[in-house]
Every structure is written in C-alpha cells, then in structure tokens.
C-alpha cells in the first residue's frame, strides 16, 4: 500500500514548540542539509504574533538531541528589506558547491508572496541575495547546471490555478523562460486544487526524483494535503517523464491532522543518505516529523502508476448510458 513506502520514525514528532527556547506557535517545513556529518534544519518557526523566521538545527543522528539556535537566521527584521515583512518562510536548502548553500524562501509581505534566495557557507552566516520572483512561492533550486544554466522550480500565483513552473538563470539572480511543468489534475483527485514543489529534486540513476504537495478540498471547504512523486529527465529537467497518480504520504497521525492548520503534511527538504530518502516534513503547520523510504521503492512507484503514459481505457456504454 502507498501508506508503506514512507515509514515514520518512531521518535516522531522530532521536533514539537515545547522543545524550543522561547514561546512560539508552531515550528514546520524545514530545509535540510548535511554539514560535517551532521544534519541541519532550517526550521520556520512562528511566533505568536504570526509572523516566521528560519531557525538553524543541528544533530548528530537527524533525529533527536536537536540544537536549536535562539536566534534566527533569516528573520523580517531588517528594513532593507521590506518584501519581509510579515515574514521568512519555507525554506528550501540546495547544496550548489562544496561548503555552499542556496536557500529559496518565500518572503512574505503586505504585497503577498516572493521567492527570495540567500546563500551561506556555515548556517551560521548568511548573504541576502534579495528577492528574485513576485508574486510567488514555493521555490526550489536544482543541485547543478544542466546546459550552462541553472534551473529553479516555483509556483507563480495565477488567475489558471497553482501549478509548478520552472525558470532558468545563469547567475541565480536573473530567472527567465518559464512554463509549466506540473499542473493540478483539477476535478476530485487528490491534486486537483493545487500543487507546489516539495524538496529540491533529487538526483538518482533514472531522473530527478520530486517530492510535491497536492491539495484537495474537502467538505466545508476543509483543505488536505498530501505528497506524491515526479520523475524529471536528468539532461533537461523540463521534461516531466513521469508522475504518480497516487499520493505517497498523507496526513494519518494526530500530530498530521491536528494543529495549527489540521491535515497537513507538507515537506521542504529531504536527504538521500546510503540508498533512502530522509523526509523531514511538518504535520499540522504545529510541528516536525520525520518519515524514510527507499529511494528505490519511491522510482518504482512512480513508473509502475505513472498516468501521463497510461493507456485509455474503454467505454462502456451501456453502463454510461444508464447514468
């Protein structure tokens, strides 16, 4: 069942508000990165007047014996930047170089949702490269150039509907040439109100694995959100070479489907470490859990229920004229 490709940690959840040094809302959606043998989170924490920074974790085994800063590393602090404002969120980590560190945000404002980018060497400074989209959000950065140019996933907010876009750049600051390379599947899937990027896609031997959010509407206008599987060509990751149609991981535990915002999963990065997919993820917008699968057993799924190849089916039409 698509339940078993991601097994929870039985230390879930890693991460919850009380663990924090200071009074917050809820903590969720961290970036990932390994640093030194450690893993780091960049974790978003709100505060209680609503408005989020990103903080930096640090453990030894990525699951528990966090070190959490008491001081942020991206915050809306600074005047300088006034696309801030109301808020550093969502944080997407991609490592582009040895001992370097591109982050994608949403920078919240008044005006709405921007992609910003920053840079850092060591988690514990970091270099504002300044907001690059607008309006927009759910940005993630590819690991390498593919054809001299960089490519960055995000979800421009549209009168069409939110899809995932991709662009490209040859300096991660000038981003052109977009289109769509995932829409929502509309209707009653479970993708068909919205999708956004999830993690940074990940690189393995049959094309970069993406782990995306879709959401549903459910009764009373009650949102769910769920996560499912992409497979984008490793030479050119514009082209979507498959797409599960079955989510993978869904809100099933309390700490998922009570919180801040009640069933939700929703990831911003994952680590591939000796053949597994480490997701780090947050449940309810309250707080962080941590789910693994097999990178392997995640490419299957995704070509044994691709649907953009599958062939159409029959008609009966005795059956649908009797409706």
Known sequence: MNRD????????????????????????NPGVALVDEEVVLLLRIENRRGISGLYVARSANGVDGWRIEGQA???????EYPYE??????????????????????AYSPFGPGVAIAKTEDFVSVERLGLVMAPNKDAALFPERTSGLWFMLHRPETSSGEHIWYASSDDLLH?????????????????????????????????????????????????????GLALLDLEDP?????????WVFAPETEYEQ??????????????????????????????????????????????????????????????????
């Open 73 to 79: 590393l991206l915050e809306p602090r600074l005047a």
């Open 85 to 106: 404002k109301w808020g550093c969120e969502d944080p997407r980590v991609t490592e582009i170089g040895p001992h370097t560190w591109m982050i994608a945000y949403t």
């Open 175 to 227: 981003w052109a040439l977009p289109d769509v390379l995932l829409p929502t599947n509309g209707g009653p899937w479970w993708d068909g109100l919205r999708v956004g990027t999830g993690a940074p896609p990940i690189r393995t031997e049959k094309g970069w694995l993406l782990i995306y959010h879709g959401v549903k509407e459910a009764g009373h206008g009650h949102p769910i959100y769920r996560l």
């Open 238 to 246: 514009r082209k979507l070479l498959a797409r599960s149609s079955d």
């Open 5 to 28: 490709l991601f097994v929870r940690s039985k230390a879930n959840p890693i991460i919850k508000p009380t663990d924090l040094p200071f009074n917050v809302n809820g903590v969720l």
């Open 258 to 323: 009570r919180g801040l915002v009640p069933d939700v999963v929703y990831t911003c990065g994952a680590l591939e470490r000796d053949g597994e997919i480490w997701m780090y993820y947050g449940g309810a917008d309250t707080v962080i859990g941590l789910a693994i699968a097999k990178t392997s057993d995640l490419v299957d799924f995704v070509l044994e229920h691709d649907f953009l190849h599958e062939e159409p089916r029959s008609v009966n039409r005795s059956t649908e004229s009797s409706r």
